[in-house]
């Protein structure tokens, strides 16, 4: 079984451009996690999608970052423009459960480590 | 709202040596807990996780964790670490009512031989 799959794995932008991360769950998995792990740091939820809903988005800075889910597979993440301090690795998380509660196992994808110049 | 301390930033262990990784929680129910390991460049996998019942639980890889309501710890242990074990380990919290899971900042585990 594929795990979660993650694209670009690293990316180095200037300040101000945009940029954005790509996501694949594991086929049949309805709740799709992106989390923020900054350096040294354990990582922090910025949405929580069940299927193409967006059910819990209250820590995405949404002046910046946005994030899509079409269909209820694969997501994407965007941050338009990027600042110095969103440096960090972006994590991509699913579970199978529709009810994405904090007991569903979550299978976490290697991440995209993000460098802003 | 739930909290969780791991700490030691990091910790180094002989090869073959016992381990013991420490992680406190803050939550006022019976949380959802657990224990994810990350290799370098590798995602979070998870290792062991307690809900309910026996408070010792045995996961992947050797690895087994206590749940101590009375000191809100769940600490994770091996009797024997290996090399393979370096890597960084992340305990983490659930609320049983809704859906937020807090993860710790982590514990560092070096191996030497």
């Known amino acids: 079984e594929a795990g979660v799959v993650q694209s670009p794995r690293y990316k180095i932008i200037e300040k101000k451009q945009p940029v954005a991360f790509w996501c694949n769950p594991i086929?049949?998995?309805?709740?799709l996690y992106w989390y923020l792990q900054n350096l040294g740091q354990g990582p922090e939820l910025l949405i929580r999608?069940?299927?193409?809903?967006?059910?819990?988005d209250s820590q995405l800075p949404k002046d910046r970052f946005s994030a899509e889910r079409l269909k209820g597979v694969d997501s994407t993440l965007k941050i338009q423009p990027a600042e110095l301090g969103d440096s960090a690795v972006y994590l991509c998380?699913?579970?199978?459960?529709?009810?994405?509660?904090?007991?569903?196992?979550?299978?976490f994808g290697p991440g995209t480590r993000l460098t802003v110049l | 709202a739930q909290s969780v301390t791991q700490p030691d930033i990091h910790i180094t262990v002989s090869e073959g040596a016992s381990l013991e990784l420490r992680c406190n929680y803050s939550?006022?129910?019976?949380?959802?807990l657990f224990w994810y390991v990350q290799s370098p460049g590798q995602g979070l996998q998870l290792l062991l996780k307690?809900?309910?019942?026996?408070?010792l639980v045995q996961g992947i890889k050797g690895f087994e964790a206590e749940f101590k309501r009375s000191q809100s710890s769940f600490n994770l242990r091996k009797p024997s670490v290996h090399w393979s074990d370096a890597a960084e380990y992340f305990c983490?919290?659930?609320?049983?009512?809704?859906?937020?899971?807090?993860f710790g900042a982590g514990t560092r585990l070096f191996v030497k031989a």
């Open positions: 939550y006022g129910a019976t949380p959802y």
């Open positions: 998380a699913s579970s199978p459960g529709t009810s994405g509660r904090a007991q569903d196992t979550q299978y």
């Open positions: 307690y809900f309910s019942g026996d408070t």
């Open positions: 983490a919290v659930g609320d049983n009512q809704g859906f937020k899971t807090i």
């Open positions: 999608y069940e299927n193409e809903e967006a059910v819990d």
């Open positions: 086929s049949g998995h309805n709740t």
